[in-house]
């Protein structure tokens, strides 16, 4: 994994380098991008579906007149292309690696593929070779700059303006409202018969006074005082900070996912310096975390959850939501007792979103979801319960 320093900052300065460079199509597709890529380099690029071998997502294989790029077929759409782009990385990179385990790999995927054809192999199992790192970090940034991870929410300051119009309207009724009531206690003789009266008197005032123009006018100094970009912001922090306890528990178990070395847990409260960078990279590492741990899936506790769960009356992506978290805190769970993988093979279907920002969307409810059920555990492993090992 890349640490905090120069050695990050100069593969980063590297991969913009590549990317200002790249024309990227639009609207953005992984394919076109690739065959944009086969042009400049004058050879085909072919894109093969795979089931992931020993930890395997991608992998890029180079024969006699084309690349092969070998993607995880059993995961969700986007994954998929951040996969394809990893691997379309190498090339962009212009990596020269040939790995013996990779390269069983393509025996075990093409049996009747020419071992002399093979030229170069790199697989995508981990960050621990410059090239995986650096690979990963432009698909990364390409994804960044490419793709939506949150849904558009229109005209930010528009609607702002708008509430705080309507916040005007309600504090100018009620400061009527309070008028009318000290009033009637003026004309009963009693003045303390509403005390509040005097106090709210001005405040309804200053409030109706203040919203109204603020809100009629925000649409032009919101925009100049850039509060749509600070709302963006916020939203993909709170994003960030739901999805951190599922990713903890699943790079607990496969460190090998994580791109980025994590902070300490105190300063991972702390907003990162590259928030879109950062979140994007949780979103995929969480999605890797769950393809190391496929096999530990067991299809008998995600039958049983979706039972109860549709008894509840949960239905539609909430109920795949809470499938998916007792599904993942089961075979968490099986980890930190040291447990068989469940022995059945896992779905060839992943539940997930469509794009980008449905599957970041769908892995909200799943974390969720998740942290519901990660108190029970907690409670169980005060117990005794030994932590979750690690996955090699």
Not at 311 to 333: C, K, M, N, P, Q
Request: glycine share 8%; hydrophobic share 45%; net charge positive.
């Amino acid at each position: 994994m890349i640490r905090p320093g120069a050695s990050f900052r100069r593969l980063r300065r590297r991969c913009d380098e590549i990317l200002g460079e790249l024309p990227l199509p639009m609207p953005f597709d992984a394919g076109k991008l690739c065959d944009t890529v086969a042009r400049r380099r004058s050879r085909t690029i072919r894109l093969e579906p795979m089931r992931s071998r020993r930890g395997v997502m991608g992998l890029w294989v180079a024969v006699d007149g084309a690349d092969l790029i070998f993607y995880e077929q059993v995961t969700t759409p986007p994954h998929q292309e951040h996969i394809i782009l990893h691997e379309l990385s190498h090339l962009l990179c212009g990596h020269d690696v040939t790995d013996l385990s990779a390269a069983e790999q393509v025996r075990l995927l093409m049996p009747s593929l020419d071992s002399g054809m093979v030229h170069r192999v790199l697989s995508r199992d981990s960050y621990s070779v410059v090239e995986e790192r650096e690979a990963e970090l432009l698909a990364s940034l390409i994804m960044r700059r490419s793709r939506r991870m949150l849904p558009p929410t229109g005209d930010v300051s528009a609607g702002i303006g708008q509430k705080l119009i309507v916040a005007g309207l309600v504090a100018a009724l009620a400061h009527h409202v309070n008028k009318a009531m000290l009033s009637a206690a003026a004309v009963m003789g009693d003045d303390h018969a509403w005390p509040l009266g005097h106090a709210l008197d001005a405040g309804l005032a200053l409030v109706a006074l203040a919203c109204v123009p603020l809100g009629a006018t925000m649409p032009v100094w919101g925009a100049f005082l850039r509060v749509p970009a600070l709302l963006e912001w916020f939203r993909h922090y709170r994003v960030y900070t739901v999805l951190r306890p599922l990713w903890e528990d699943l790079y607990r178990v496969s460190p090998q996912i994580a791109l980025l070395r994590p902070p300490h847990r105190l300063a991972g409260l702390l907003p990162p310096r590259d928030l879109g960078l950062r979140l994007y990279r949780r979103v995929v590492e969480i999605r890797d975390g769950r393809t190391v741990i496929r096999h530990h899936l067991d299809p008998a506790v995600a039958a049983a959850a979706r039972e109860r769960a549709a008894a509840a009356g949960i239905t539609g992506r909430e109920l795949d939501a809470v499938v998916e978290a007792a599904t993942l805190s089961a075979a968490l769970r099986a980890l930190s007792g040291d447990e068989a993988p469940a022995g059945k093979p896992p779905r060839d279907t992943v539940p997930g979103g469509d794009d980008l920002a449905g599957d970041v969307a769908f892995l909200c409810d799943v974390a969720r979801a998740y942290r519901r059920s990660r108190r029970a555990w907690r409670l169980s492993r005060l117990a005794g319960a030994r932590r979750p090992r690690r996955l090699r």
